[in-house]
């Protein structure tokens, strides 16, 4: 008979939550062993149970991984209600975190067999509009998307557009000089140009209301199936590793790259289905901010972190193409569930 394996729990007793925040977005519960150690823990103030063989057998693509690792990123963001500001640091719940993240690494790795070395490798079929955009989610809602599926839509990506700019804030202090000052410039336009009622978050937030749906922050993270989870995550795991700030910088530049001509799609879409002005303005706004904002971070950003350290060409170029995977991975995810007439999301969105 095999024993059953070792459960993983290393701080005997629950740390009291001396500081927990109020207000914070809801604390959802996990969707398999990993994700249920974490929210218990979260809970319970004590460290995270699981047998020692979970991570190693854990889906690297599944819910239960995606969340898992989403909750523990999420510690470093806003936190979640109710639950000690204390744990963002808390050992036992890093040291899974590690383990997680390894194994997401590895997958990324393991999926991108012929990934890019270079940066004009990686980013030269970016910069051509495809011939034939059948395959392209944006196009589809442009030309074919209904009201309910553009809610959807905005539900999945609030996880992200809600802390826009956020993640990658995170590389300013692990560049220097010409790429510094570049990235900060264009973080400047994303966090509003000091206007707090222009930082694109807000912005979201308003095309949110437009369609009828709640703009909390985190308010669509149980709805939000693994696929999604994973483009967020990634953005999370480049930002908190110094190690991994030429992948950062790789993914803010694709994510610029490619945000212009599909703005501009999904602002028709929104005008098209008459989903608000503020609905249309969140795209069109990105229509032109990211046409410049594609420039300097790829002649700025790009180049002036090339010029200081060009041995992470090769991590640059990882970034860009962990980037395309991850988004066509979620594309191909709400494709196959709209064509077959059911929803994207885990549990579908109450009417608007």
């Excluded at 249920?36 to 599944?62: H, I, M, N, T």
Aim: aromatic fraction near 8%.
């Amino acid at each position: 008979m095999t024993p059953p394996s070792p459960r993983v729990s290393v701080s005997p007793h629950p740390r009291p939550n001396t500081t927990a925040p109020v207000g914070g977005p809801r604390l959802v519960d996990g969707r398999g062993e990993l994700s249920r150690a974490v929210s218990r823990a979260l809970r319970s103030g004590g460290p995270p149970e699981y047998a020692a063989q979970s991570v190693l057998k854990a889906d690297p693509w599944g819910e239960d991984l995606q969340l898992a690792l989403y909750l523990l990123y999420e510690l470093h963001y806003r936190g979640f209600d109710g639950v000690d500001d204390e744990r963002e640091w808390d050992p036992d719940l890093l040291r899974l975190r590690q383990s997680l993240e390894t194994r997401f690494l590895h997958a990324l790795r393991s999926d991108l067999p012929g990934v890019p070395h270079s940066v004009e490798e990686a980013f030269a079929p970016l910069l051509v509009e495809p011939v034939d955009l059948s395959g392209s989610l944006s196009h589809y809602l442009e030309t074919e998307g209904r009201r309910w599926q553009l809610r959807e839509y905005a539900a999945l990506r609030s996880l992200y557009h809600l802390k826009e700019a956020d993640p990658h804030a995170w590389v300013i202090p692990r560049l220097t000089g010409r790429a510094k000052a570049a990235m900060v410039a264009i973080e400047y336009d994303e966090f509003g140009a000091g206007r707090p009622e222009r930082i694109h978050a807000r912005l979201f937030a308003d095309l949110m209301a437009d369609l009828g749906l709640d703009a909390a922050y985190g308010r669509y993270l149980d709805h939000a199936p693994a696929p999604l989870l994973a483009t967020v995550n990634l953005m999370s795991l480049f930002g908190l590793h110094r190690a991994l700030r030429g992948a950062l910088v790789g993914h803010f530049a694709c994510v610029e790259v490619t945000s212009s001509p599909g703005s501009r799609r999904l602002a028709k879409a929104m005008r098209r289905c008459d989903a608000g002005p503020a609905a249309e303005h969140f795209y069109a706004e990105h229509v032109e901010a990211d046409a410049v904002h594609e420039q300097v971070v790829r002649h700025e950003v790009i180049g002036g972190l090339l010029a200081d350290e060009p041995a992470l060409e090769a991590d640059i170029a990882f970034g860009c193409a962990a980037t395309v995977l991850l988004e066509d991975r979620l594309a191909l995810h709400i494709r196959e569930a709209w064509d077959q007439g059911r929803s994207a999301l885990r549990s579908p969105l109450p009417e608007g």
